[in-house]
């Protein structure tokens, strides 16, 4: 059974950064790429980025390249999202996504919550 | 980018009704088009795949069409369970965009 099990909920000062795991069973986790999407409070989805985690390639959206890294560990079949110079903008919940067109399985979600 | 515009925003629908959900890609983007059902505080689940391809485990009365660069999500015979934020998104070149969401609720 494919499984996407997130870290638990985070609380981020402005201006520190937090980092979410996203520990992948199931499958052979180098086959399928890793999206990550972000869903601000009461708003829709948005598409962070991909990695693929057998060469470790990454692709951006142009708006999270500065806030986003995505990293990937295949010795542990973990995904990683680091999100740096937080503000509250960032305050949202993060969801995992596989995929290798569409997304077939999704993460439970994290939520990250900016404040002082 | 390619824009997805997504319509409509919300829908009240009947027991039993059919609803259709639909997706205007600002361009060609093929059969690489995807929907997703959100409840609260749970994350998206897949429905359909490559524009019309029921995803397993989908009852039979979601169903996906294309005509064009327009893309339909039909729900026959509404179910209260089928209450939720639904997403289209195209996946056929980066970066990947959904849809604004629709939400649809039962009268």
């Known amino acids: 059974e494919v499984q996407l099990q997130q870290s638990g909920p985070e609380v981020g000062r402005p201006g520190s950064s937090v980092k979410i795991s996203c520990k992948a069973s199931?499958?052979?986790?180098?086959?399928?790429?890793m999206n990550w999407v972000k869903q601000s409070p009461g708003q829709g989805l948005e598409w962070i980025g991909w990695?693929?985690?057998?060469?470790?390639?990454?692709d951006y959206a142009e708006k999270f390249k500065k806030k986003a890294t995505l990293t990937a560990d295949t010795s542990s079949n973990t995904a990683y999202i680091q999100l740096s110079s937080l503000t509250s903008e960032d305050t949202a919940t993060y969801f995992c996504?596989?995929?290798?067109?569409?997304?077939?399985?999704w993460g439970p979600g994290t939520m990250v919550t900016v404040s002082s | 980018d390619i824009q997805m515009t997504q319509s409509p925003a919300s829908l009240s629908a009947s027991l039993e009704e059919i609803v259709t959900i639909t997706c205007q890609a600002s361009?060609?983007?093929?059969?690489?088009l995807s929907w997703y059902q959100q409840k609260p505080g749970k994350s998206p689940q897949l429905l359909i795949h490559?524009?019309?391809s029921l995803a397993d485990g989908v009852p039979s009365r979601f169903s996906g069409s294309r005509s064009g660069t327009q893309y339909s999500l039909k729900i026959n015979r509404l179910q209260v369970e089928d209450t939720g934020i639904y997403y289209c998104?195209?996946?056929?070149?980066?970066?990947?965009?959904f849809g604004s969401g629709t939400k649809l609720e039962i009268k």
């Open positions: 996504a596989r995929s290798g067109w569409y997304f077939d399985f």
């Open positions: 199931g499958y052979t986790f180098t086959d399928y790429v």
């Open positions: 990695i693929d985690p057998e060469y470790g390639s990454t």
């Open positions: 361009q060609d983007i093929g059969n690489y």
């Open positions: 490559s524009a019309t």
């Open positions: 998104l195209q996946h056929y070149s980066a970066p990947l965009t």
